[in-house]
């Protein structure tokens, strides 16, 4: 993944992969991996504030979850808090080369 001039390589930042075809994907090198989810930080020297950045892959019709064709999968948090009423808001962009 390219981030303005920046190359995110391989083992560069934490990932994990979706379930697909409602299994765990059982892979030997992440090269191999579909719908891998990739968590970015913006402050790695501040460990106190920083924005996460959740960025994921698309692709053309690949079996999802569910066995039906999907572009993307996504994993984002939510709280579970006891009490927790509210929700969390998200943004989403996209970049077609």
Do not use: H, W
């Not at 501040?46 to 999802?64: C, M, P, Q, R």
Request: proline share 1%; aromatic share 16%.
């Amino acid at each position: 993944m390219t981030i303005g001039s920046v190359v995110l390589g391989k083992n560069n930042c934490f990932t994990t992969q979706t379930r697909q075809n409602d299994n765990a994907q059982v892979f030997l090198d992440s090269d191999n991996a579909n719908y891998t989810e990739i968590l970015l930080y913006d402050g790695a020297y501040n460990k106190t504030s920083g924005n996460l950045v959740y960025a994921t892959f698309i692709y053309d019709d690949l079996e999802g979850y569910n066995s039906q064709s999907y572009d993307f999968q996504m994993i984002l948090p939510e709280s579970a808090a006891v009490g927790f009423t509210s929700s969390t808001a998200y943004y989403f962009y996209v970049e077609l080369s």
